[in-house]
């Protein structure tokens, strides 16, 4: 099974800043990388799809990048409304598999 | 719209049995893959259960195998969760979700997710 190791597991920011979340897969995931957000008592939401892909609707301040194993997640200005959890999930191969998380809270 | 509502959560002791549903809507249910994954409280979101769109292919993440079955109904647009003898470690929310692109394999994300069903197993 694909492991997924997310870093930082906390990060606390500030209005403005530039967050940068990791996804680190333990083999190829051929581009099959999602990130998703999700707020208390909600259901999560996909905001990115095929490692940099904006899911329609999604702010572009949101973005993703990496290859093969790396992949990162960028908030380029937070915004009020970002704080939240966040999770990167492959797609790749079954089982599916998601990172541990990345919760994102005001300084 | 596209909408996914789950419903037969409840609370149950160890070793008992549920069957969760997932009732689609506003898509052509039998084109796309289904999940089901869950997140215990204070929790990450694990990964359950796939289904293609036709049932005849299912995976399941190692903590369920062997316990939990995955289904659909095509006619009904209603995906299903049977799960059995089940421990204090199942409690959780359980969301259903939808590839975003028909086909099983080669979807890049799940772009529509129920609000969740929970499930608390406890004595």
């Known amino acids: 099974d694909i492991q997924l190791t997310q870093s930082p ?7 403005g800043d ?23 008592g ?8 095929a490692e940099s892909t904006l899911q329609s609707g999604v702010p572009s301040r949101f973005s993703g990048s990496g290859s093969g194993t790396e992949f990162t997640l960028t908030i380029s200005s937070l915004q ?17 598999t998601f990172g541990g998380g990345t919760k994102v809270e005001i300084k | 719209e596209v909408q996914l509502l789950e419903s037969g959560g409840g609370l149950l002791q160890p070793g008992g049995s549920l069957r969760l549903s997932c009732a689609a809507s506003g898509f052509t249910f039998s084109s796309y893959a289904m999940s089901w994954v869950r997140q215990a409280p204070g929790k990450g979101l694990e990964w359950v259960s796939g289904i293609s769109g036709s049932g005849d292919t299912a995976y ?21 969760l049977q799960m059995k003898s089940l421990r204090a470690e199942d409690t959780a929310v359980y969301h259903c ?11 890049y994300g799940l772009d529509v997710w129920g609000q969740g069903t929970t499930v608390t197993v406890s004595s």
């Open chain 1, 9 to 15: 597991s906390f990060l606390s920011a500030s209005v």
């Open chain 1, 18 to 40: 530039r967050v940068t979340i990791t996804c680190r897969a333990n083999q190829g995931l051929n581009s099959y990388l999602a990130w998703y957000q999700q707020k208390p």
């Open chain 1, 42 to 49: 909600k259901a999560p939401k996909l905001l990115i799809y």
């Open chain 1, 80 to 96: 009020p409304e970002d704080f939240a959890s966040y999770y990167c999930q492959q797609l790749n191969s079954y089982p599916l």
């Open chain 2, 60 to 80: 399941f993440a190692d903590s369920v195998k062997g316990r939990f079955t995955i289904s659909r109904d095509n006619s009904k647009n209603t995906l299903y």
């Open chain 2, 97 to 107: 979700a939808k590839g975003d692109i028909p086909g099983f394999y080669g979807y």
